[in-house]
């Protein structure tokens, strides 16, 4: 089955500074490649998602480029905000839907003011 | 629309005990998937339902089981509860573009 590695794990950065958390992939038919961010205590929201026919993706200040050949996909946050803190998590799925999306471990964003 | 919706939102149960829980889709969604969020393994997929089928299944024991009504709300049930069943239980409702959307989750206790 499909395996994401999501990298780093705690990310700290100054408010106003960019933020780029990067995962791997194992299965080449994913073709979906959506990001969530959830909040203390609340639901993961999806924030951005990109397909395999596409190399990048942007959406005000967050943008997801993808590398199919190196199978991994990055999130980039410009000019952050301290209501950027959160967990991350990027996530995939199969062409087939085999396995429904697996998700990375999460990164902790923390942005100090 | 409205979103997602799970009840209940949280539960206190023993070992040996078994647990239902609810999911509403959005409306129109055919698709829900079920996840099991933990700090140690993070969220994890159980299964997905559409049209009242199960159509995939994640790495769970047989005490994991759902099903799908006709209007696509979903419950999943978890039988002989193990301490190592608190969590929290997320569902997902997809829409054709596969995009899918979370609800606020179930928060399950094992005493």
């Known amino acids: 089955g499909e395996n994401v590695e999501q990298h780093p794990s705690t990310l700290s950065v100054q408010e106003g500074d960019s933020a780029v958390i990067k995962c791997t992939y194992s299965?080449?038919?994913?073709?979906?490649f959506p990001w969530y961010k959830q909040e203390l205590g609340k639901r993961p929201q999806l924030i951005i998602d990109?397909?395999?026919?596409?190399g990048e993706k942007k959406d005000q200040r967050i943008a997801v480029t993808l590398n199919k050949t190196a199978k991994h996909f990055s999130l980039h946050i410009t000019e952050t905000q301290p209501e950027d803190s959160a967990v991350y998590f990027c996530?995939?799925?199969?062409?087939?839907?085999?396995?429904?999306?697996?998700f990375g471990k999460g990164t902790h964003l923390i942005i100090q003011p | 629309k409205a979103g997602v919706t799970q009840t209940p939102r949280y539960l206190i149960k023993t070992r040996g005990q078994q647990v239902t829980l609810s999911c509403s889709p959005i409306?129109?969604?055919?698709?829900v998937s079920w996840y099991q969020q933990t700090p140690g393994q993070g969220l994890q997929f159980l299964f997905e339902?559409?049209?009242?089928?199960?159509?995939n299944k994640g790495n769970f024991p047989g005490r994991f089981s759902g099903r799908q009504f006709s209007n696509s709300r979903s419950e999943m049930n978890v039988s002989t509860l193990e301490l190592g069943d608190s969590a929290l239980y997320l569902c997902?409702?997809?829409?054709?573009?596969?995009?899918?959307?979370f609800g606020p989750g179930t928060r399950l206790l094992v005493l």
């Open positions: 997902a409702s997809s829409d054709q573009q596969e995009t899918q959307y």
């Open positions: 409306s129109g969604h055919r698709s």
């Open positions: 990109i397909r395999s026919n596409v």
């Open positions: 339902y559409f049209s009242e089928t199960q159509r």
């Open positions: 996530a995939a799925r199969s062409g087939g839907g085999a396995d429904g999306l697996t």
């Open positions: 299965d080449s038919a994913s073709n979906y």
